[in-house]
């Protein structure tokens, strides 16, 4: 597509009301030709949340770097895809958007640039390690093993948290989840801090206590905390759980893809669970099929996990597609449309609980 045309492509994306929802977030987005592309262009785009990825061979070129040079004195930010040397800083080149996948850059072309520094495809222990050199930024698939959560406590607060969602699957009196809830200090900051947090719309009067939260916010919201509580940090001053914001944009997804197939508010709590447990198996290591067992779910809600198949199913195997395909969307029963709305609003939410977890 032509450059011209990319951008006013993006100009009506990038300026359309419901990219508000997306707070502060900035969009990366690659440049192959930066000669292609005139400042004036840029007119009415939101510069200062837009960041443009040049590849490193081609700063080898006087022209580019001039025209870099240009584009950066406007107000974009640029980053190098690959170490380019001197020829970066000559071209307003801030720092680097590197595949980390097999290496690390040299640590002269780190210092060279002031950053923010971007890794692409880092692993766990390599993204230890690219933390150390500098990176502050980080793309790419989540690994299906999160040895990143090694030692983080020996799993007491997760067994809680089963244990919870146990009782309230089976309707237990209040008094027993308040009981269970005082015996984990970190479960009980972790819950307060949620309730009382803007991702849920909490009432003016802020929640001090259990019995509040459960009698006041129901159990329904209750159990969606519970739920995504898994996914918390389990020692306070710990790295957070990369799955977290994963684990919410699916279950937020699966619940606005129901309601728009005209599913119940039973139904939409339904969606909304097989999305957090989705990935239930990557974070405790567990297979799924280990993990349905041990809890009291819905049929249609383990055929969902285990199979992928049912309307739930359906749905779960669109929300883990990067790009679904229009075959995929039709065996839902939307639209391409309908569709990118939903992910919009589950961005915009799953933003409000990272924050708040």
């Known amino acids: 597509m032509p450059v011209a045309a990319s951008l006013s492509t993006l100009q009506s994306l990038l300026c359309c009301p419901e990219s508000e929802q997306l707070g502060s977030l900035d969009y990366f987005i690659p440049l192959a030709d930066p000669l292609a592309l005139d400042a004036t262009q840029l007119d009415g785009l939101p510069l200062?949340?837009?960041?443009?990825t040049v590849p490193a061979a081609l700063l080898a070129d006087?022209?580019?770097?001039?025209?870099?040079?240009?584009?950066?004195?406007?107000?974009?930010?640029?980053?190098?895809d690959g170490e380019a040397g001197v020829a970066a800083a000559r071209a307003g080149i801030r720092g680097l958007d590197a595949d980390c996948a097999d290496a690390l850059p040299g640590a002269l072309a780190l210092m060279s640039?002031?950053?923010p520094h971007l890794a692409r495809n880092a692993d766990p222990v390599r993204a230890g390690e690219c933390r150390k050199a500098g990176f502050t930024l980080f793309r790419g698939e989540l690994p299906r093993v999160q040895e990143h959560e090694a030692g983080q406590g020996?799993?007491?607060t997760r067994k809680r948290l089963l244990a919870l969602l146990g009782l309230l699957a089976q309707d237990a009196d209040s008094r027993e989840l308040e009981a269970l809830l005082k015996q984990d200090p970190a479960l009980s900051f972790q819950l307060l801090k949620l309730?009382?947090?803007?991702?849920?719309?909490?009432?003016?009067?802020?929640?001090?206590?259990?019995?509040?939260?459960?009698?006041l916010l129901g159990r329904r919201q209750l159990q969606r905390w519970l739920q995504l509580l898994l996914y918390a940090r389990q020692q306070a001053d710990g790295p957070a759980n990369a799955l977290l914001p994963l684990a919410a944009l699916r279950a937020a997804q699966m619940e606005a893809l129901c309601k728009l197939r005209e599913g119940d508010r039973d139904e939409q709590d339904m969606a909304f669970l097989v999305g957090v447990f989705s990935l239930l198996d990557v974070l405790l290591a567990m297979p799924m099929t280990e993990i349905v067992s041990a809890l009291n779910l819905d049929l249609d809600v383990v055929a969902a996990l285990l199979d992928r198949s049912g309307e739930l199913g359906e749905m779960l195997a669109l929300v883990e597609m990067h790009e679904p395909q229009a075959s995929a969307l039709r065996d839902v029963g939307i639209d391409n449309e309908t569709y990118?709305?939903?992910l919009l609003q589950a961005y915009h939410w799953a933003l409000q609980v990272s924050r708040n977890v």
Do not use: Y
């Open 340 to 342: 990118w709305r939903s």
């Open 113 to 115: 640039l002031p950053g």
């Open 62 to 80: 006087v022209a580019v770097q001039a025209r870099c040079k240009q584009l950066a004195d406007r107000g974009l930010r640029l980053l190098a």
């Open 154 to 156: 020996d799993g007491t």
């Open 48 to 52: 200062e949340r837009m960041v443009f």
């Open 195 to 215: 309730v009382n947090s803007a991702a849920f719309a909490p009432s003016s009067n802020p929640i001090h206590n259990f019995g509040q939260a459960i009698n």
